[in-house]
Structures are given as structure tokens and as C-alpha cells.
């Protein structure tokens, strides 16, 4: 008996402390300080709504491959009554409702404590792939707010996970809002899925700003960090300038992340609170 176990879940939170790598002004071309931070600001703030819809998604993961699509839904329901008794949990045919957060007792999964509402359809369940179907209403964590729905296709011979995502978020404390879409693909890292995931694709949204387009390149997150390990994302943002942002390791608590225009380039230090 094979149960699903693959999951994104990072923390929210973290502290900035960035510098210049290059000084000069560079022209009006160049990246500013300011144009670097607030790409960094928005590509953690989509970073931030996708990391809350991931840690609900790995809730549902808990039923027989193969066994039907009744029947996974039912051990679904068992897995949340039991993990998360703050749930109030609807089941019919092969379809979840959840309302977090109005019974008494855990409400917390990988450090995201839920709010609002999760709809879970099993729409195929076989030995060789699986599919879930995912809605949010007004979920949140406290730090985000996630309006959306998300497709998650596990192919077992592929050894990947497949996840195609629309969402509407709000960050509650500073009020930044974006809409949008992704496309991405999920491996283990080298050390197994227990110590994170590798991830290739895209995201696209709308902010106060304008659009931004994201490309993601062979970036790994380890369930602990508050960003990627290693990896690149190649960000086209609404001030038609294309930034990266390439995140390396400098400690087991720090990652530092370049942000680098076409003349120039800053450096963030990224650390849990």
C-alpha cells in the first residue's frame, strides 16, 4: 500500500539586509536599488501565497493509490480529523470541503496555521497517476490571504509532481495584492524528498505595479529555508527590465540572494526570524 508524500512548505517570514555590489550610478538602464528590492519584494510575496496553497495541498495526501476515488476521499477525511481536529470536514462523493479553524484543537500543518475554507476533489487515482483538484476560499495563515484553485498530478513513473495553480492573494501586513498563475514541476532533492524539492516552471501575476514573469531554473528548496538553496529565477518585471534573482548558501540559517540588472547587481542576505 503506497500513500502520496510530497509537499512545498517554506517559512514566510524574513530579515533583509542587502548592499550594492556596484556603487555606480550606471545610467538610466540600470537596475535601481529600489527597482531590485521591490522584485524581490514581489517575487516573496508570490513565494509566500504559493508556499500556504503547497502546505494545504500536502494535507491531502494521505489515501491509497489505486483504491478509488470514494474511497481515497474517505481516508482523506479520516487523516484530517485526526491531524487537524479544528476542521469542520463535509464529504460527498469524492469531494472535500474543509473549514479550518471553527472546531477547538490543532489547526497548525508545517508551520502555516489555517483559516478559511479548502474544497478537495479526487479526480483519479490510479497505481501509475493521480490527480487532486484544488479550491481556496479566503485561506490563510495569518500572513497571507489565498483566494484560488490548483491541479496537482502526481506521475509515479516520471517520479514527479506536477502542479498547475490560478491565484488572488493579499499580503495581510503590508497590503500587496497579485493575481496569477503557475506551472511547475517538483522533484526530490539528492537527499529524498524529506529534505526538499528541486522545481522547474513558471509563475506569472498581475501586482499594483503591473505584470511580472517568472522563470524558474533548476531551484532547490530545502523545507527549513526561507528561500531557495541554490537555483536561478529570471523575473520580467512592469519597469521593462529583466532581473535575476540567484540564491546561493552561506550558512545553514542565511541564504544570499543576487539581484542583478543588466549593469548592475545588489545583494540581499535572507534569514529566518
Not at 514581489?42 to 500536502?58: C, D, F, R, Y
Not at 478509488?68 to 472535500?96: F, H, M, N, R
Not at 513513473?157 to 500587496?176: C, D, M, Q
Amino acid at each position: 500500500m503506497r500513500s502520496l508524500r510530497f509537499a512545498l512548505a517554506l517559512p514566510l517570514f524574513v530579515v533583509l539586509a542587502g548592499c550594492p555590489k556596484n556603487k555606480d550610478d550606471g545610467g538610466s538602464d540600470s537596475l535601481t536599488r529600489a527597482e531590485a528590492q521591490d522584485a524581490l519584494d514581489e517575487a516573496k510575496a508570490s513565494g509566500s501565497a504559493e508556499s500556504l496553497g503547497a502546505a494545504n495541498v500536502e494535507i491531502f495526501t494521505s489515501f491509497t493509490l489505486g483504491g478509488g476515488l470514494q474511497k481515497a476521499a474517505g481516508e482523506l477525511k479520516a487523516a484530517i480529523q485526526s491531524q487537524l481536529p479544528c476542521a469542520e470536514v463535509t464529504l460527498e462523493d469524492a469531494t472535500l470541503t474543509v473549514d479550518w479553524g471553527v472546531n477547538p484543537g490543532n489547526c497548525t500543518y508545517r508551520g502555516h496555521t489555517f483559516t478559511g475554507t479548502s474544497a478537495v476533489s479526487v479526480e483519479k487515482n490510479a497505481d501509475d497517476q493521480v490527480l487532486v483538484h484544488h479550491e481556496w476560499t479566503d485561506l490563510s495563515n495569518g500572513v497571507v490571504t489565498l483566494n484560488g484553485s490548483a491541479d496537482v498530478t502526481w506521475d509515479f513513473a516520471a517520479k514527479f509532481r506536477h502542479v498547475v495553480h490560478h491565484g488572488e492573494w493579499t499580503l495581510i501586513a503590508t497590503g500587496r495584492t497579485g493575481t496569477g498563475d503557475g506551472d511547475r514541476t517538483q522533484t526530490p532533492l539528492a537527499g529524498g524528498v524529506e529534505e526538499g524539492i528541486r522545481v522547474e516552471g513558471t509563475r506569472s501575476w498581475t501586482g499594483q505595479k503591473g505584470r511580472w514573469d517568472l522563470a524558474i531554473d533548476g531551484v532547490e528548496m530545502r523545507w527549513q529555508d526561507p528561500l531557495p538553496q541554490a537555483g536561478t529565477y529570471t523575473l520580467a518585471t512592469p519597469f521593462d527590465k529583466s532581473v535575476s534573482l540567484g540564491f546561493g548558501r552561506v550558512d545553514d540559517d542565511t541564504i544570499r540572494v543576487t539581484v542583478a540588472g543588466e549593469k548592475r547587481s545588489f545583494s540581499f542576505d535572507v534569514t529566518s526570524r
